[in-house]
């Protein structure tokens, strides 16, 4: 009984040593991290003092030559919460760490402990109270240069493209080529061509509002029966109808005939012209200037006409054209 007593107590004992160890423990953990959260705090609090009244250059200064030697940070921090925590100003411990951060040393004894006060940064310039608000100590002594230059390994910055209006092409004018036969194989007369080609006009106006009766090409005629290749548009309207020029050109002549009654040819720019036939009557006379729809005749069935209604014809090089190229009659 005695010896398991003896062990009882003895279990006993060693149970509490076994408490006493993990408390040790865990405050030596806490303990640091204290430190840790201490020197933290400090450096919060420099930086709330300082960055809040303006960094002044000549401290700004140090701090970046201090980050580009080879300081012992660990060494300079805990002095510098040293300092604050020995009752030092605020001014004092600032000065204190950057003599070490560029390599000096700092005194042994304790920093005199004085509050720190206003009158300690009214002999100090503010980076508010220097020429252009500090940016420009910034940008001369290359500091934001540093802080703005690209990281290696950083994306370019995407910019968004400018948006351009596409210039104004000119519209290719070429020479008109007759054609010998149709797509189907069918034989052309001279100087026709069912391709279509630029013109090169700066305006074009449809000479008469009406209705298309007759379109280019092979037809039945309506005066003998025969079939024949017409040679232009026929847009049927009311007789007295005016008849615009279909653009800005020069009346090349005007005359009468049994086939074409009253009619009447205008040149345009780049080997362009117009005829316009069976008119009841004409407006304009031989070499006279006409606008881009100026009324050049009047709508008749003059000639060989079944009816009242504008004979158009367009060429281009002395090339005939089919008009449904360019007179809309929608």
Sequence with gaps: MEGASRRASAGRGRRPA??????????????????LFQLAASLMLFILVYVGRGVFPAQLEVWRAAAAANVDFTLAFQQFSSALSQGAPVQGALEALCVTLLGGEVESEPLPSM????????????????RGG?????????????INAPQKGDEPAQTEPELTRPEPTQPVVVMAMAQEYTDDGI??????????????LSETVVPVAGTATSGFGYRDSPINGN??????????????TEIGAFAAGTVEYIGESDEFGNYLKINHDNNVSSFYAHCSKLLVHKGDQVTCGQTVA???????????????????????LDPAYYVDLS
């Design 115 to 130: 509050p720190a006060t206003d009158d300690q940064f009214q002999s100090l310039p503010l980076l508010s109270e220097t």
């Design 134 to 146: 500090g940016l420009d100590y910034l940008n001369e002594h290359g500091i934001l240069a540093e």
């Design 227 to 240: 079939n024949e290749f017409h040679l232009a548009l026929d847009i049927a309207a009311e007789e007295g």
């Design 187 to 200: 034989k052309l007369p001279k100087n026709v061509s069912f391709a279509y080609y630029e013109l090169g």
């Design 18 to 35: 076994q408490r006493t160890k993990r408390p040790a423990q865990s405050g030596g953990a806490e303990g640091e991290r204290r430190r």
């Design 298 to 320: 009047l709508v008749g069935h003059t000639g060989n006409a079944t009816g009242s209604h504008l004979h158009l014809t367009i060429e281009k090089d002395n090339i005939r």
